[in-house]
C-alpha cells in the first residue's frame, strides 16, 4: 500500500454537518458494486478459491450428546487413499484460551479437541485431513469414536431448575406489586419462540496457510480483524503474524464469528505445512456456528382504563450451553419502548447440554418484541382501544429507565405514515367478523425498536495518482451492500463520484475496525472513512494536486466516538401485516406487510430497502414456519437440514413494502443509524396480533403452524 508516514491520523470530529458533497451520492440509489462480479460467478468465495497444494479438512461430528470420548480409531481410517491425517483430542495440539477477547473469554467449543469432553450433540471430536474433499469426507464417515455416554438434559422451560440471572440481567424500578394492584387493567401471559437457526446460504468455510513466516486465512467471517485476533490469540502468534481476508460473504446473521473450522484449518495447516481448507457442511452449521435459543417470557402489564401503563414486568427466559453464556435478552425491548412507574424486566438463562447459542439477527429483540408486542395489543383489546392510540398514550420523553434524552425518536411519526399507507383508520377493531370466501381477514400492528450505536474504527483513504480513490477499511460485506453504501459515502467527502472510489474491505491487514454486527456497521465505517476522506480532501485542496505516487491518509474515530453525548439512541419502526386464515386447513397466509422506520439517514435507499425486507422476510418466517426441534432422547435436533427446517419461502411471502421517515442522527457526520436488524423487530408480533383480529384467538407460541389454528 502507498503510505505518506508522515501524515497523521486524521482527528474524527464529532462532526454534525452533513457529508453531502458534491455528487450527492449518499441518499441515491445505486446498486451493488460487486453485483456484476457476483452474478457472473466471477466472485469468489472462500470455499472455493483455488490454492495450490491444497488439502482438505473434514470435522467429524459427535454422535453423543454429553459424555466423554473414550477412543477414536484412527489407524484404519489413515490406510484410507489420499488421508493425511486424524486431529483429535488425543493427538491435536493445545490452543490457548486463557484470554479473554472483545465479548468475553472464548466460547470452548473453539478450544478444538482440547479434551475428551463431549458437552453437546454434534460437537467437534476430530478433523480429518486429506487430499481430496470427497476423501476426507469418506474417511471422516468412516471413523470410529467411541464414548462413554452420560445421561444429557435438554429440556428447556421458563424457570427450571438451575435458571439464574446473571449479572446486570435486570433492570426495575418501582413498586411492581402496588402499580398491578392499582391498575384497573391487567394483562398477565407466557409466550415462548422456539430455537432458530440462522443457516445462511454459504456455509462457513476457511482455508488457512503459512506464507514465509505469516498465517493467512481466507475465510467468510463479520470481521476479519476479530477472527484475526482471535486466531493469534489462539495459537500464541504475535498479532502482526495473522492475516485474514473475507470478500466476499454469503449470508452471515451472526452466525459468522469464530468457530471450530477456521481453528481445524490453522491447526492442519501448520501440521502439514501446506493449505488445508475446512468447509462446514449444512449439518454441522445447526449444531457449531450458534443459534438462537428458544425463549419463554412472562409480560406483565398493568394500565388505567384508558390504556395509560402504571406497570410492566417483562421476564424472559432462555437457555444456554454448559459450557459457554449466552444469553438471548428478550427483556430489552420494554427498556426502551415504553414508560410506567412500576418497570421490571429481567433476562434469565439455564444452561442445558445444548451447542453455545450466539447472536442471531436481532439478538433478544426479535422474540422479545414478539412477546411485548403481542401483550401491548391484548391490553389495546381489553381497554378498548386502538391499538397505535395505546402506544401514543405511551410514548415516553425519555429513556423509561436511563431518564436520558433519545437522540431522537421518531416511532409516532411512523405509525403515522404507516397508518396512512396501510389505510388503518377504516380498520374495525372486532375480531374474527371479516371473511372472505373460506378465509378470515384480519390486520395487525406492532412497534419495532432497535439500538442504533456506533463503534470506533479506523480507515485509509488513497488519492491514486490516476485522480481516483481508493479506500481501505477492515469492513465486512454480508451481502448488505455496506461495501456500496462506503463507496458512496466517501464519494460525498472526497467531493467526487462513485464510480472514482474503489472500497476494499474485509482484509484484517487493512487495521481495526468494527464488526458488521449489531447493525452498528456501516455506521462505524463510514465516520471513519469519512474522517480519512475530508483530511485528504483538505490536504490535496491545499497541496494542489496529487503527487505521482499517491497519498494516503488513515483516521481512526476512537476519540470522536468516546466523545459522544450520553444518550439514548435507537431505531424505531411501525410493523403492519394483513393476514387470511383458513379455518378448515389451519393455513395462515400473509397478504402484505408493511414497514415504515425511523433509521436515520438511509445511505442507499435500494440496498437499505432489501435490508429491510430481508428482515420482515424473517419476522414472516419466524412467526409461521421456523422452528428447530430438539429430540429430548438423543438431545440432537429433528432434521438439521433446510429441508427440515422449515422457512418462508417465495409463495409464503407477500407484497412487502419497507419505507421510511425523515430521522438524521445529528450526532454522526452522516445522520446514519443503522438498519441491519430493525425490520425483523416486531415483524411476527404484528403477524400474530392479525391473526388474532382475524380468528378472535390469541397465539401465544411461535410458529403458529397449522395444527395450532386447528387446536386452538
Ligand atoms: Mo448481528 S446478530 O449483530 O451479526
Not at 454422535?63 to 473414550?70: D, F, K, L, P, V
Amino acid at each position: 500500500m502507498t503510505t505518506s508516514p508522515t501524515t497523521p491520523p486524521a482527528a474524527a470530529g464529532t462532526a454534525t454537518t452533513p457529508a453531502s458533497g458534491a455528487t450527492g451520492a449518499v441518499g441515491t440509489a445505486y446498486p451493488r458494486v460487486e453485483g456484476r462480479a457476483k452474478v457472473t460467478g466471477a466472485a469468489r468465495y472462500a470455499g472455493e478459491i483455488s490454492f495450490g497444494e491444497l488439502a482438505h479438512g473434514w470435522l467429524v461430528s459427535s454422535r453423543i450428546t454429553r459424555g466423554r470420548i473414550r477412543s477414536v480409531e484412527s489407524a484404519p481410517v489413515l490406510a484410507m487413499p489420499g488421508v493425511l491425517a486424524v486431529l483429535h483430542h488425543g493427538n491435536a495440539p493445545r490452543v490457548d484460551g486463557d484470554y479473554t477477547g472483545p465479548l468475553g473469554p472464548p466460547d470452548p467449543t473453539i478450544l478444538l479437541f482440547g479434551d475428551d469432553r463431549v458437552p453437546s450433540a454434534g460437537w467437534p471430536v476430530a478433523l480429518v485431513v486429506a487430499e481430496t474433499s470427497e476423501q476426507a469426507r469418506e474417511a471422516a464417515e468412516t471413523l470410529v469414536v467411541r464414548y462413554d455416554e452420560e445421561p444429557h438434559d435438554v429440556e428447556f422451560r421458563a424457570g427450571r431448575p438451575g435458571t439464574h440471572t446473571p449479572p446486570g440481567m435486570t433492570r426495575e424500578k418501582g413498586d411492581l406489586d402496588a402499580a398491578l394492584a392499582a391498575s384497573a387493567v391487567v394483562v398477565d401471559a407466557e409466550y415462548t419462540t422456539p430455537e432458530e437457526h440462522h443457516n445462511p446460504m454459504e456455509p462457513h468455510a476457511a482455508t488457512a496457510f503459512w506464507d514465509g513466516g505469516r498465517l493467512e486465512v481466507v475465510d467468510s467471517n463479520q470481521s476479519s480483524m476479530w477472527v484475526a485476533e482471535e486466531l493469534a490469540k489462539l495459537f500464541s502468534l504475535d498479532p502482526a503474524a495473522v492475516r485474514v481476508r473475507s470478500e466476499h460473504v454469503g449470508g452471515a446473521f451472526g452466525s459468522k464469528g469464530v468457530h471450530p473450522h477456521q481453528v481445524a484449518a490453522v491447526m492442519a495447516a501448520t501440521l502439514l505445512r501446506r493449505p488445508v481448507r475446512v468447509v462446514l457442511t449444512r449439518r454441522q452449521m445447526f449444531s457449531l456456528i450458534g443459534h438462537r435459543s428458544a425463549t419463554a417470557q412472562r409480560v406483565r402489564l398493568g394500565a388505567d382504563a384508558d390504556g395509560r401503563l402504571r406497570a410492566i414486568d417483562h421476564q424472559a427466559y432462555s437457555a444456554t450451553s454448559t459450557v459457554h453464556e449466552f444469553v438471548e435478552q428478550g427483556a430489552d425491548a420494554a427498556r426502551v419502548l415504553y414508560d410506567a412507574d412500576a418497570h421490571h424486566t429481567g433476562n434469565h438463562v439455564v444452561a442445558l447440554d445444548v451447542p453455545s447459542p450466539t447472536f442471531m439477527r436481532a439478538p433478544g429483540m426479535a422474540p422479545g418484541s414478539f412477546a411485548l408486542e403481542s401483550a401491548l395489543d391484548e391490553l389495546a383489546e381489553r381497554c378498548g382501544i386502538d391499538p397505535i392510540a395505546l402506544r401514543a398514550r405511551n410514548e415516553p420523553d425519555v429513556g423509561p429507565l436511563s431518564g436520558l434524552p433519545f437522540s431522537s425518536r421518531n416511532l409516532l411519526a411512523c405509525f403515522r405514515e404507516g397508518a396512512r399507507r396501510f389505510g388503518w383508520a377504516d380498520r374495525d377493531p372486532r375480531p374474527g367478523v371479516r371473511r372472505a370466501g373460506r378465509w378470515l381477514l384480519g390486520t395487525g400492528m406492532a412497534a419495532a425498536s432497535f439500538p442504533a450505536g456506533v463503534a470506533p474504527s479506523t480507515a485509509a483513504v488513497t488519492a491514486e495518482a490516476d485522480g481516483t480513490f481508493t479506500v481501505r477499511i477492515t469492513a465486512a460485506d454480508l451481502g448488505t451492500g455496506a461495501r456500496t453504501a462506503l463507496t458512496s459515502v466517501a464519494a460525498d467527502a472526497l467531493e467526487t463520484t462513485p464510480d472514482r472510489v474503489r472500497v476494499r474491505i474485509a482484509d484484517s491487514d487493512f487495521g481495526r475496525a468494527w464488526v458488521a454486527g449489531g447493525s452498528m456497521g456501516t455506521r462505524s465505517w463510514a465516520w471513519a472513512v469519512i474522517a480519512a476522506a475530508r483530511a485528504l480532501r483538505e490536504q490535496l485542496d491545499l497541496g494542489g494536486g496529487v503527487p505521482p505516487q499517491g497519498i494516503t491518509v488513515r483516521s481512526d474515530t476512537t476519540e470522536a466516538v468516546a466523545a459522544l453525548a450520553e444518550r439514548e439512541r435507537h431505531s424505531f419502526g411501525a410493523q403492519f401485516a394483513s393476514v387470511a386464515v383458513d379455518p378448515a386447513s389451519g393455513e395462515v397466509r400473509v397478504r402484505r406487510m408493511l414497514g415504515v422506520f425511523a433509521a436515520g439517514r438511509i445511505v442507499n435507499p435500494l440496498t437499505a430497502r432489501s435490508q429491510l425486507i430481508g428482515g420482515m422476510t424473517w419476522g414472516l418466517s419466524m412467526a409461521l414456519h421456523e422452528e428447530a426441534v430438539r429430540d429430548q432422547a438423543s438431545g440432537g435436533l429433528v432434521g438439521a437440514d433446510l429441508a427440515s427446517y422449515h422457512f418462508a419461502a417465495h409463495a409464503d411471502v407477500p407484497v412487502i413494502e419497507a419505507d421510511w421517515v425523515d430521522d438524521p442522527d445529528d450526532d454522526d457526520p452522516v445522520g446514519i443509524k443503522g438498519i441491519g436488524e430493525l425490520g425483523i423487530v416486531g415483524a411476527a408480533a404484528a403477524i400474530a396480533n392479525a391473526v388474532w383480529h382475524a380468528t378472535g384467538v390469541r397465539h401465544r407460541h411461535l410458529p403458529i403452524r397449522p395444527d395450532r389454528i386447528l387446536t386452538a
